[in-house]
């Protein structure tokens, strides 16, 4: 995809009443435009008070008018903003003038787009901008900071390098083929190779992280009428380690709640409604049920410990299948003579505890922490998506097979080191399809 030639305008902070907001032009136009709107050219990086005027010179408002030139701008074109009051009909009315001016308005994302295609930040980077600014926890938003810092972007280029070189060796190898690789340079490019697989698998792990802190783990809960879903929900949320988000719904929604447990992001969705429909409303509750089931991380089977953990699976599986994310709770463990423990049902893990007193629920806190990968070291990590992880595991794959092929048939591991850097390119974005860039910046919002 080639860099635009027009030039765009939006609003950049969000819309609504506001001590300021902040319009943002960029392109070739946006100096000349810019002018038109002020009176006279604005000063490179400086910040002015001026007036904004409309096309036909009536006054629209007073504010501040900083002037980026390109290319030391975020999208690497001319950039100019405005600073006015923030409110609907202040923001309309300006953003009207600068349409009529000639610029167009921007599409979500399309700031960023530009400063990618100008080589102001690669894709990874550009992901972060926008992993910053929806981060849920300040865990989430320096691990994003880090990322956009170009920290993930370095350790992916770093292989790249190295996977360079390993190349290069080997093709080398491959136009001599008389001077066969003697067994010594076949060593050697198996200890870098080996070297270069665990600095990758490093990098999955570390990027494993990220993605558990932007993404979080998605629990629900489900199970028979009284088992103790809610009591067990507010449990966990009044849990010590718990901060608790609240996020509004419909009546017809899962009740949900986002917790960051000891910085493990999780949310938690009781699907009370996930029964028999009686009417309209009920069975629109019990379809966003089976749609957070799907989306689920992991399924908390809550029952009555008395019921028994026999009775609890079966009546799992009947109404799930026999979904591998099962988890079961036996609750009320207050009411038998049993301590709490996590245990080993039929392959299945089943937590005894009690949502009343709280016992064992530190087993369960484990337990979700084990199952979403997380070290609790968010120390150091980087923001990382489900693309970047997919990327770096098939990257990964390749190398193995490189690995195994390059003695017997090098030609066949030539091609396997080739395929794995190209899947590590994925990563910053060096070979990206415009369908992928168009679904990536999509999901941005208009003036980022
Ligand atoms: P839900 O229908 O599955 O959401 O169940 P609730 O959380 O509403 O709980 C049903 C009943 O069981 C309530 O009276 C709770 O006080 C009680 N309950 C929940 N958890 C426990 C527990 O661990 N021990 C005891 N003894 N009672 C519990």
Request: charged share 25%; aromatic share 0%; proline share 0%.
């Given at each position: 995809m080639d860099p635009p030639r027009d030039t765009i305008a939006a609003l950049a902070t969000p819309p609504g009443r506001a001590a300021v907001a902040v319009v943002r032009l960029s392109g070739p136009d946006a100096t000349a435009i810019a002018e038109r709107v002020i009176g006279r050219r604005p000063r490179p990086r400086r910040a002015e008070l001026c007036r904004f005027a409309a096309a036909d010179g009536t006054p629209i408002d007073r504010g501040l008018v900083i002037a980026f030139p390109a290319p030391a701008s975020y999208t690497g074109e001319d950039v100019v903003e405005l600073h006015c009051h923030g409110g609907a009909v202040v923001t309309d009315w300006l953003l009207e003038t600068l349409h009529a001016l000639g610029a167009r308005p921007a599409q979500p994302g399309e700031f960023t787009l530009r400063a990618f295609l100008n080589d102001k930040l690669d894709l990874a980077q550009a992901e972060a901008v926008a992993d910053l600014i929806e981060s849920g926890s300040r865990a989430a938003a320096r691990a994003a900071l880090r990322s956009l810092d170009g920290r993930f972007s370095a350790a992916v280029d770093g292989i790249q390098a190295e996977l360079t070189a390993v190349r290069m060796h080997v093709e080398a190898c491959l136009d001599f083929p008389e001077e066969e690789l003697a067994t010594e340079a076949a060593e050697a490019l198996e200890q870098r190779l080996g070297a270069l697989l665990e600095r990758l698998d490093g990098l999955r792990a570390q990027a494993a992280q990220g993605r558990v802190l932007r993404d979080g783990l998605c629990a629900v809960l489900a199970g028979p009428p009284n088992a103790g879903k809610s009591s067990l929900m507010n449990r966990l949320a009044g849990y010590e380690a718990a901060i608790v988000t609240h996020v509004p719904g419909t009546t017809r929604d899962p009740l949900r709640e986002q917790l960051s447990l000891e910085g493990l992001p999780v949310t938690l969705v009781d699907t009370a409604g996930l029964r028999e429909a009686h009417d309209l409303v009920e069975a629109e509750g019990v379809k966003r049920a089976r749609r957070e089931l799907e989306r689920a991380d992991l399924v908390l089977w809550v029952t009555d410990v008395r019921e028994g953990a026999e009775c609890a699976a079966h009546a799992a599986r009947a109404s799930l299948g026999d979904d591998p994310r099962i988890t079961l709770v036996l609750n009320?463990?207050?009411?038998?003579?049993e301590p709490a423990a996590l245990l080993d049902h039929d392959g299945r893990p089943a937590i005894r505890l009690s949502a009343l007193t709280g016992d064992g629920l530190e087993l369960l806190v484990r337990h979700l922490q084990a199952v979403a990968g997380w070290?609790?070291?968010?120390?150091?990590t980087f923001s990382a998506r489900r693309r970047h992880l997919d990327a770096l595991e098939r990257a990964a794959a390749h190398l193995r097979v490189a690995a195994e092929e390059l003695a017997r048939a090098p030609e066949l591991g030539a091609e396997e080191l080739r395929a794995a850097q190209t899947a590590l390119s994925e990563v910053t974005g060096a070979y990206t399809s415009d369908d992928l860039l168009g679904e990536i910046f999509s999901r941005f919002c208009i003036g980022k």
């Open positions: 009320k463990a207050d009411l038998v003579a070290s609790g070291d968010a120390a150091g």
